[in-house]
């Protein structure tokens, strides 16, 4: 317990297979350069080139915060329990195929590209001020965005699942299937939905863009601004009027 996969700044590249991170362990970086041997804390003048490959990793509900700070970093299958921390030193983070049941949190991040991954009901991704392309993930969780650029495409928003964005955000997305919540505070959006069948989707005045519902999708319900142009989707009939009381 407590012992730490350690990555350093003049690393050239590692791969660990199915590595598992247990009670108060964690992977972490050091600059080793700024202060050797053991290394100090990466900063924004930490040099790093390492590309760090992750076969099937677990790591546990008890694991202490990993933070990934410096150089590549691929992250193939396994799961998360955690607390998984990308943050604005690294030069770009790949997660393929992983399920997240714990904590994911992207700050300021460059480059960040998530495909095939599984957010279940207990998980939660919090993403702020990063660059990111989702492909194929389902979200059964909690997910929050504030500031950024993203791109999303046959992303799912299974039942139960809730999705906030806020904050000066661009987000473009096609194939977006939505059975969940999603509210959009602010920023600019071109999304276009496969179907919102059984979704609730709320965009706040003076988000900006295009909201496009896909043919034959349903629209589910849906609470969109004027500066927001929607397509496809039919006029939500007016609530039935109040019945007269009996004479």
Not at 69 to 82: L, Q
């Amino acid at each position: 317990a407590g012992g730490q996969f350690l990555f350093k700044d003049q690393m050239g590249c590692g791969v660990f297979l199915e590595a598992t991170v247990g009670a108060g362990s964690k992977f972490t970086c050091v600059d080793e350069t700024a202060a050797p041997p053991h290394g100090a804390a990466v900063t924004s003048a930490t040099t790093s080139n390492m590309e760090l490959f992750l076969f099937k990793p677990t790591v546990l509900a008890s694991a202490a915060k990993s933070v990934f700070e410096m150089g590549s970093v691929y992250v193939i299958g396994g799961s998360n329990a955690g607390e998984i921390e990308i943050n604005q030193y690294a030069s770009s983070a790949k997660l393929q195929g992983m399920v997240n049941t714990g904590t994911v949190t992207s700050t300021s991040a460059k480059d960040i590209f998530i495909c095939d991954t599984t957010n279940q009901p207990a998980g939660s991704v919090t993403v702020s001020e990063s660059t990111a392309v989702l492909v194929n993930v389902t979200n059964s969780g909690t997910v929050f965005v504030s500031g950024g650029t993203f791109s999303l495409y046959d992303v799912t928003n299974a039942a139960g699942g809730t999705v906030t964005v806020g904050g000066a955000v661009t987000a473009k997305a096609s194939g977006i299937t939505n059975a969940g919540t999603i509210s959009i505070a602010g920023g600019t959006i071109d999304l276009t939905l496969a179907t919102n069948a059984g979704g609730t989707i709320t965009i706040a005045t003076g988000v900006t863009g295009t909201l496009t519902l896909a043919s034959g999708g349903e629209p589910g319900t849906y609470t969109v601004p004027t500066t927001v142009t929607t397509v496809g989707f039919n006029a939500q009939p007016p609530p039935p009027a109040p019945r007269a009381p009996p004479s």
